[in-house]
């Protein structure tokens, strides 16, 4: 039984050649339930404190100027850009598809 003061979720991206859109979809690891979030846009900054190694991540709700900050080392920096930035080069659409 998971403590009351736990949440854990796990979070599955992919994103869909033919639309050109990134999806998502979030469930519960305690119920396996749909985990359903509100439309919003979030932004995401990493940054360093130049007199140390600590790293700040801001999360900062758009629409509601809401913020929550993560402090940590390297590893989120190197974290973000391994596991959730894909920098490969965007796959050339064919352009004998007639779009739908």
Avoid at 23 to 38: A, C, I, M, S, W
Avoid at 43 to 65: F, P, Q
Wanted: hydrophobic residues 35%.
């Amino acid at each position: 039984m998971m403590s009351s003061e736990t949440f854990s979720i796990l979070v599955w991206c992919w994103h869909d050649q033919q639309t050109g859109v990134t999806q998502l979809r979030v469930k519960r690891v305690d119920t396996g339930e749909d985990v359903h979030l509100k439309e919003g846009s979030f932004l995401l900054r990493i940054s360093k404190d130049e007199n140390s190694a600590v790293e700040r991540c801001l999360i900062r709700h758009i629409a509601s100027g809401q913020e929550a900050f993560v402090q940590s080392g390297p590893q989120l920096r190197a974290f973000v850009k391994a596991c959730l930035l894909d920098d490969r080069p965007p796959t050339p659409t064919n352009p004998n598809s007639t779009g739908g």
